[in-house]
């Protein structure tokens, strides 16, 4: 088992930014790859970011120059930093750890971006 502790969300201006973590914990010897994912009302679930234990990154085009995912082995943790935050990237955002021993989801933070 995986626990994800989330943190980072709220409310920011259009053009602001913010900066998601998440903490991981538990069979964490068992990671290979953590992401963010997010869903806004109505839509799907959706990547927004990846990271592998490696180090190799991928992301959404739709958040391609303006968010920057990072993770450090060490401290467990990962990173989401979001800048030039648009309305339509309000969403609640979910971490997620892919494991041998299957997916495991955060409970979610809510970022919303409006004036």
């Known amino acids: 088992q995986v626990q994800l502790v989330e943190s980072g969300g709220g409310l920011v201006q259009p053009g602001g930014s913010l900066r998601l973590s998440c903490a991981a914990s538990?069979?964490?010897?068992?990671?290979?790859?953590m992401g963010w994912y997010r869903q806004a009302p109505g839509k799907q679930r959706e990547l927004v970011a990846a990271?592998?234990?490696?180090?190799?990154?991928n992301c959404a085009d739709s958040v391609k120059g303006r968010f920057t995912i990072s993770g450090d082995n060490a401290k467990n943790t990962v990173w989401l930093q979001m800048n030039s935050l648009k309305p339509e990237d309000t969403a609640v955002y979910y971490c997620?750890?892919?494991?041998?021993?299957?997916?495991?989801w955060g409970q979610g933070t809510q970022v919303t971006v409006s004036s």
């Open positions: 538990g069979s964490i010897f068992r990671i290979y790859e």
């Open positions: 990271i592998t234990s490696g180090g190799n990154t």
């Open positions: 997620n750890a892919a494991s041998v021993g299957g997916r495991f």
